[in-house]
């Protein structure tokens, strides 16, 4: 593996498993690749900010207020924890990324190329991944932990705007309609095989 480490995205909808996913991913390729888990919101100031207050509470700000924060959590995140890591080579997988600001904020009516603007600073991912489960199954899975962005219509919208990205060849999709072992096979071999490229 090379010095510069390596910057691995897992993608979905709420329920969608990738939080699994990317934990498994981290811990398969700790010993091979040095990997650790991290997520979105980050584990800092603004991004505990925007848990407490946006995601699971009562009143919800300005979308644009929102997109803000999670852009500012991003940069955050990136300085803290995402390049440390990089700079020590290490495979970092992270549980959401800028894909879900586009897909989530796109979906509530912010223009795109606007959440693009705000985030240009944000690192740019060696590789990303989208774990694609239809709005219908993960509503059913989320029967008893919804958050104020999941009902039906919203992620319907949500996922349109993720596959865009998977056709433009910036998110490869991989069926999460299968098992949690078999999307977990899914998933390290696709980052396999990526990695076989960086040699």
Do not use: M
């Given at each position: 593996m090379n010095k510069k480490?390596?910057?691995?995205?897992?993608?979905?909808?709420?329920?969608?498993?990738?939080?699994?996913?990317?934990?498994?991913?981290?811990?398969?390729?700790?010993?091979?690749?040095?990997?650790?888990?991290?997520a979105e919101p980050s584990q800092g100031k603004i991004g505990s900010f925007i848990r407490k207050r946006i995601l699971y509470g009562e009143?919800?700000?300005?979308?644009?207020?929102e997109a803000?924060?999670?852009?500012?959590?991003?940069?955050?995140?990136?300085?803290?924890?995402?390049?440390?890591?990089?700079e020590k080579g290490k495979l970092v997988v992270s549980d959401r990324y800028i894909y879900s600001s586009l897909s989530y904020q796109g979906s509530a009516g912010l223009n795109l190329d606007w959440i693009e603007t705000i985030n240009q600073l944000a690192l740019k991912p060696d590789l990303a991944l989208f774990i694609d489960v239809a709005?219908?199954?993960?509503?059913?899975?989320?029967?008893?932990?919804k958050s104020i962005m999941e009902n039906l219509e919203t992620q319907r919208k949500v996922r349109d705007i993720y596959l865009k990205f998977v056709k433009k060849g910036e998110l490869i999709r991989i069926d999460g309609d299968k098992s949690k072992n078999e999307v977990?096979?899914?998933?390290?071999?696709?980052?396999?095989?990526?990695l076989k490229t960086r040699i």
């Open positions: 480490g390596v910057f691995i995205v897992i993608e979905g909808l709420d329920g969608s498993g990738k939080t699994t996913q990317a934990k498994i991913l981290a811990k398969k390729l700790y010993q091979s690749h040095n990997a650790v888990y991290t009143k919800r700000s300005p979308i644009s207020i803000l924060l999670f852009a500012a959590d991003r940069i955050d995140h990136i300085e803290n924890e995402v390049q440390p890591a990089l709005p219908e199954a993960v509503l059913q899975r989320l029967k008893r932990k977990a096979k899914e998933v390290l071999e696709t980052v396999k095989n990526f």
